[in-house]
């Protein structure tokens, strides 16, 4: 485990302490918990921006064309 020291503004701290008391947490637990939501987030985004380079647009618009003309007939 690694210690990170970071440098707050007095406000964002104070507010941060008292986001992690209402959820019943520690200040260090919301950091890590808000720290793996951000990571899960950008692996994600990075995992969709590779699969995108390998996709093929006209196929994708023929679907979404699909996905459109289904949608106005429900309508």
């Known amino acids: 485990m690694t210690t990170l020291t970071i440098r707050l503004p007095d406000d964002t701290a104070e507010r941060l302490k008292s986001l992690a008391k209402s959820r ?11 720290s793996a939501r951000a990571l899960a987030a950008w692996d994600t985004e990075n995992h969709f ?14 679907i979404l064309d ?10």
């Open 66 to 75: 699909r996905l459109d003309a289904n949608d106005q007939k429900e309508h």
């Open 24 to 34: 019943g947490l520690s200040t260090n637990k919301l950091v890590e918990e808000m």
């Open 49 to 62: 921006r590779a699969l995108a380079t390998t996709g093929d647009v006209k196929q994708a618009l023929a």
